[in-house]
């Protein structure tokens, strides 16, 4: 079984400062992928990334970045220069590459994050 | 393109009423899936469809819930005799194919669903 685990419930920070969102995860599987989802007041779930476990490489994609660390089983996110539009939920989540299994998606319970103006 | 469809996208019920949820999946992706998510348990999956096919059931809360898929596309979730706890968002994602779970899962909106 996996697990994914987001410590912070929610952060509130004031706009333009640099937030990192937790994730730690828990699986026995060797290889896996791990997302990012953003959430936000209206509630669709936004895709915002996909890593597999082969792939350590940190990923920036304008204010965003992503820190995939193997050794610490971490995929923390990162928003630099934060903005008010950040405001939303954020998950991230697992999946195993499980062949013929039937595994979804497991998620962390979710980080709030609230860009103060 | 169009992305992930739901409908209805808010259902109130009494208690003991049946309920289908509909998904209209993105053109072309053969995987779908749905989960459930409650403040109290967060995001569940409950079951996933290649084509047609759900290959695992386990995950689905109990046996008043099945779903359906059809002609490789709609997919049907339908709850019996809906109880409280079943109040959630039910969301459904759907994906290129289901290569192990490699594929992105794009979400559609979700439907509100609240028993009373």
């Known amino acids: 079984a996996q697990k994914v685990t987001q410590a912070q419930t929610e952060i509130s920070v004031v706009e333009k400062e640099d937030v990192t969102l937790d994730c730690v995860y828990e699986?026995?599987?060797?290889?896996?992928?791990l997302f990012w989802y953003k959430q936000p007041p209206s509630g669709e779930l936004v895709f915002l990334i996909r890593r597999n476990s082969f792939d350590e490489q940190n990923e920036i994609s304008g204010r965003y970045s992503w820190n995939f660390q193997k050794s610490t089983s971490s995929f923390n996110f990162t928003i630099t220069a934060s903005q008010v539009v950040d405001s939303a939920v954020y998950f991230c989540?697992?999946?195993?590459?499980?062949?013929?299994?039937?595994?979804?998606?497991?998620f962390g319970k979710g980080t709030h994050l609230i860009i103060q103006p | 393109g169009a992305g992930v469809s739901q409908s209805p996208s808010n259902k109130v019920t009494e208690k003991g009423k049946d309920v289908e949820l509909r998904c209209d999946p993105i053109s072309g992706h053969t995987a779908l899936y749905w989960y459930r998510q409650s403040l109290g348990q967060g995001l569940e999956f409950l079951i996933y469809?290649?084509?047609?096919?759900?290959?695992?059931k386990s995950g689905l809360p109990s046996d008043r819930f099945s779903a359906e898929r059809t002609g490789g596309s709609v997919s049907t979730l339908t709850i019996q005799r809906t109880q409280q706890e079943d109040s959630a968002v039910y969301l459904c994602a759907s994906s290129l194919r289901r290569l192990a779970g490699t594929e992105t899962q794009y979400f559609g909106p979700g439907t509100r669903l609240l028993v009373l």
């Open positions: 699986t026995r599987d060797t290889t896996y992928y």
């Open positions: 989540a697992l999946i195993p590459y499980s062949g013929g299994g039937a595994d979804g998606l497991t």
């Open positions: 469809f290649q084509g047609n096919s759900a290959p695992d």
